[in-house]
C-alpha cells in the first residue's frame, strides 16, 4: 500500500497506525474486515468494544439474554439503565458501540444459536471470537468454522483463570483437536455457581482480540499455542498445541455438531 494512502479513521487510528506491527496497511485491512462476535456476556462485551475501537468495519453481535442487574459487574457495555428496559443484550451492545465508533457497521442479532443458523451466523463474517457461556455451543462453531474455512478464536474464563486458543482451519488445530468431546452435562462448573472476575474476563477478551487482530491483519504465523491465565497469580503459561490428523472435526470433516439432534 502507498505510503500517502489515507488513514481509514484519520486521527482515531493514529496510535494504532504508529505500531509497526499493523501500521496504515493493517488499519486498513481491519476497516475492510468483518467479525462475528459471538455471545455477548462477560467475554463478548469487552471483545465487542475493543474491535469496535479498533476499528473492524463490520462488527456482528449475536446473543440471545437480556441485560440482568447480575450482568453489570462483569459485562462493561451495560448499565442500569438496560436493566430497566429489559434490553436485548445484542442490541443494547449495539447502541453502546454505535456511540464508541459511528463510522463502523454495527449489526445486532438477538438470536439463539443452533446447528439449524449457526452456519448462517458464520458466513456473514471474516472471523468469529467466541464470547458464548458453554461448550456446546462452542462446538457448533468449531463444526462450522472449520466446515466454512473461517479463522475463530476460542475464549473461556471461569473465576480468575482463563483459556484462549486461535482456530485456523487447515493450517493449525481445531477445537476438537485438544477437547475431543464437549463436557457431559452438569460436570463443568459454571459462573453462575463458580463466580467470574471482571478482570480475568477482560484479561481474556484482550488476548482473544489481540490473536483476531493478527489474524485479520496478516501478522506472521507464529505457531499454535493453548494460552492459560491465572489474573490473580499474574501468569499467563502458552503451550503448544498439536493438530490431530485423525480429528474427528478438521480431519475426518465429520461435523456431527451440525446435524440435527
Known amino acids: 500500500m502507498p505510503a500517502d494512502t489515507p488513514s481509514p479513521g484519520g486521527e482515531r487510528y493514529a496510535r494504532h497506525e504508529a505500531l509497526s506491527l499493523i501500521g496504515a496497511a493493517g488499519q486498513h485491512k481491519l476497516a475492510r474486515s468483518s467479525v462475528l462476535v ?8 469487552a471483545q ?19 441485560v440482568q442487574l447480575f450482568n453489570l459487574p462483569t459485562q462493561i457495555l451495560y448499565d442500569e439503565n438496560d436493566v430497566k428496559a429489559r434490553a436485548p443484550k445484542a442490541e443494547a451492545a449495539a447502541r453502546r458501540l454505535r456511540a464508541i465508533n459511528p463510522e463502523i457497521k454495527i449489526e445486532p442479532v438477538v438470536v439463539n444459536v443452533t446447528a439449524g443458523n449457526i452456519e448462517e451466523l458464520v458466513g456473514r463474517a471474516d472471523l468469529v471470537i467466541d464470547g458464548a457461556d458453554n461448550f456446546e455451543t462452542r462446538f457448533l462453531l468449531n463444526d462450522a468454522a472449520v466446515k466454512a474455512g473461517k479463522p475463530w478464536v476460542y475464549g473461556g474464563v471461569l473465576g480468575v483463570d482463563g483459556m484462549v486458543l486461535a482456530v485456523r482451519p487447515g493450517v493449525g488445530p481445531c477445537l476438537r483437536c485438544l477437547f475431543e468431546l464437549p463436557p457431559a452435562g452438569g460436570r463443568l462448573p459454571t459462573c453462575d455457581a463458580f463466580g467470574v472476575l471482571n478482570a480475568a474476563a477482560v484479561w481474556v477478551a484482550s488476548l482473544q ?53
Open 38 to 45: 459471538l455471545g455477548c456476556g462477560s467475554l463478548g462485551s
Open 48 to 66: 465487542a468494544m475493543l474491535l469496535a475501537r479498533a476499528g473492524i468495519g463490520r462488527l456482528i453481535v449475536a446473543d440471545r439474554d437480556f
Open 209 to 261: 482480540v489481540t490473536e483476531a487482530i493478527k489474524i485479520l491483519t496478516g501478522a506472521p504465523y507464529e505457531g499454535h499455542k493453548l494460552h492459560t491465565l491465572d489474573i490473580w497469580r499474574g501468569t499467563a503459561s502458552p503451550v503448544a498445541a498439536e493438530r490431530k490428523p485423525d480429528c474427528s472435526c478438521c480431519g475426518r470433516r465429520n461435523f456431527e455438531f451440525l446435524k440435527p439432534a
